[in-house]
C-alpha cells in the first residue's frame, strides 16, 4: 500500500519535471514589414534558386532585383517606386520608349520560424522576407520567396 501511495504522489512529479520551462516549443508567425526595415543595414535580401542567387536591393523608395549566376550579375531589374500598405507591395516600373508604365502589386510579409538565431545556441530559424505573387503576374525574371538579410551590400550609392 505505501508503495502505491508513494508512486501516486511521485508521478505526476516526474510528470511535469518533463514540462520545464527549458524545453520551449518553436514559434511561427507572420507580421507586417515597413519600408524602413527593409531599407535597414545594408538594405539587399537574397535567396537562391538553382545555381543562382537573386538579390533585392531596396533603396530610397527604389527596389532593384539582381541575378547572380556564373560569377556575374546575368539580370537586372529597376523598379522606379515601391509602396507598402498591410501585406502588400506595389512596385512601379516605367515604360521605356513610349510604353506605359507597368504596375505590379505583390504580397510580402516577414515570417519568422523557430528559435530566433540571436537568443538560442539551438538556434533552428529567424527571419525571413517572404514575398510572392501570381506566376503569371510576376515582372519578367522575378523571383518570388523566402529571402534571408544579406551582408552583402549592393547600393548603387558610390
Not at 48 to 70: C, P, Q, R, V, W
Request: glycine content about 8%; aromatic content about 16%.
Amino acid at each position: 500500500m505505501k508503495k502505491a501511495l508513494f508512486l501516486l504522489v511521485m508521478l505526476p512529479l516526474i510528470l511535469f519535471a518533463g514540462c520545464s520551462d527549458d524545453e520551449e516549443k518553436d514559434e511561427f508567425y507572420q507580421r507586417q514589414v515597413t519600408a524602413l526595415e527593409l531599407e535597414s543595414g545594408t538594405a539587399t535580401w537574397e535567396t537562391k534558386y538553382g545555381s543562382a542567387t537573386h538579390y533585392l536591393l531596396f533603396e530610397e523608395g527604389h527596389l532593384i532585383a539582381f541575378e547572380y549566376k556564373n560569377r556575374e550579375f546575368t539580370n537586372r531589374r529597376y523598379f522606379d517606386s515601391y509602396k507598402i500598405e498591410g501585406d502588400s507591395i506595389y512596385l512601379i516600373e516605367k515604360g521605356t520608349y513610349g510604353a506605359p508604365d507597368k504596375n505590379y502589386s505583390l504580397y510580402i510579409n516577414i515570417v519568422h520560424w523557430g528559435f530566433d538565431k540571436k537568443d538560442s545556441e539551438d538556434s533552428t530559424g529567424g527571419e525571413q522576407l517572404l514575398i510572392r505573387g501570381d506566376k503569371d503576374k510576376l515582372p519578367y525574371k522575378f523571383r518570388d520567396g523566402y529571402y534571408d538579410k544579406s551582408s552583402i551590400s549592393l547600393s548603387l550609392k558610390q
